[in-house]
């Protein structure tokens, strides 16, 4: 139920969403001569559309949560790589049958870059179907044609294609990967990703080597406008406040143990 439901709270509580609803609740309020409270509200619209779109409010926010993990010396030996999902896209995977990647694409390029340099690794993909829609096909599987046409030998790939979250990864990972002590195991994803990742892994049992990638901010911006991709802030802006709504949700919910989970000390 809690994969469900946090989806559909997001469709609700994303910016574009909110901005949405403000808006048609100005009109409305206009509609039935509530002008002071539809000036609110249309303002309040406003003032969101300007700093999540002309802003580079996205980026601080985000920032935090990519700066949490450095990528360490590489190892090396690996013995196994996971990947989380989120990289290829779903929809269009599943007509062709095919691989695309997306704007997270990242994490499969840098696990298919460690897969060459380390014959000996393990590829974990772990990634599902979405909660949403039951008959896409599970990411997993395109993940798999993704690392084949790149020659990697089919005997290498662990598949998990039943999570529906993070923390199912993290849960169905341990089970299928079952690491043993003194192994090394990587985790990819991206980096604002990574701190909840790591918290759940971590409550999982798995002990993984935190891997950040697909890193979307520069890590050194303030506040101040940003004009020229009102479009890409607006999107960055809805990944980087989905994330810590996650990592709140999680916490709040005792699926993680700490509220931004970071390096062991």
């Known amino acids: 139920m809690f994969p469900y439901l946090t989806r559909i709270f997001w469709m609700i509580a994303q910016p574009v969403s909110v901005i949405a609803l403000l808006l048609v609740l100005g009109l409305l309020l206009l509609w039935v001569r509530r002008r002071k409270l539809a000036a609110t509200a249309l303002s309040l619209a406003t003032l969101l559309l300007v700093l999540f779109s002309f802003t580079s409010f996205a980026y601080v926010v985000i920032a935090p949560l990519e700066s949490r993990f450095v990528r360490p010396a590489e190892p090396l030996r690996i013995d196994g790589i996971v990947v989380l999902g989120g990289g290829l896209d779903g929809d269009v995977d599943s007509a062709r049958g095919n691989w695309e990647l997306n704007r997270s694409g990242d994490r499969f390029v840098e696990t298919l870059r460690l897969a060459q340099r380390h014959p000996e690794a393990r590829i974990l993909v772990a990634g599902g179907g979405s909660a949403l829609l039951p008959g896409q096909e599970p990411e997993a599987a395109a993940a798999a044609r993704f690392f084949r046409d790149f020659g990697i030998a089919p005997e290498r790939l662990l598949l998990e294609d039943k999570s529906r979250n993070t923390e199912e990864n993290a849960v169905?990972?341990?089970?299928?990967?079952?690491?043993?002590?003194?192994?090394?195991?990587?985790?990819?994803?991206?980096?604002?990703?990574?701190?909840?990742?790591?918290?759940?892994?971590?409550?999982?049992?798995?002990?993984?080597?935190?891997?950040?990638?697909?890193?979307?901010?520069?890590?050194?911006?303030?506040?101040?406008?940003?004009?020229?991709?009102?479009?890409?802030?607006?999107?960055?802006?809805?990944?980087?406040?989905?994330?810590?709504?996650?990592?709140?949700?999680?916490?709040?919910?005792?699926?993680?143990?700490?509220?931004?989970?970071?390096?062991?000390?």
């Not at 079952?178 to 991206?190: A, I, R, Y």
């Not at 759940?200 to 935190?210: D, E, I």
Request: a negative charge; zero cysteines.
């Open 172 to 265: 169905n990972a341990m089970a299928i990967g079952q690491p043993k002590p003194g192994e090394t195991w990587l985790l990819v994803t991206s980096a604002f990703h990574m701190p909840r990742s790591v918290g759940l892994f971590r409550r999982a049992g798995f002990p993984v080597l935190p891997w950040p990638a697909d890193y979307l901010a520069a890590g050194n911006e303030g506040i101040g406008p940003r004009l020229d991709q009102p479009a890409e802030n607006l999107s960055i802006s809805s990944i980087a406040l989905r994330e810590w709504a996650g990592l709140l949700g999680y916490y709040l919910t005792g699926r993680i143990d700490d509220l931004v989970p970071g390096p062991l000390p």
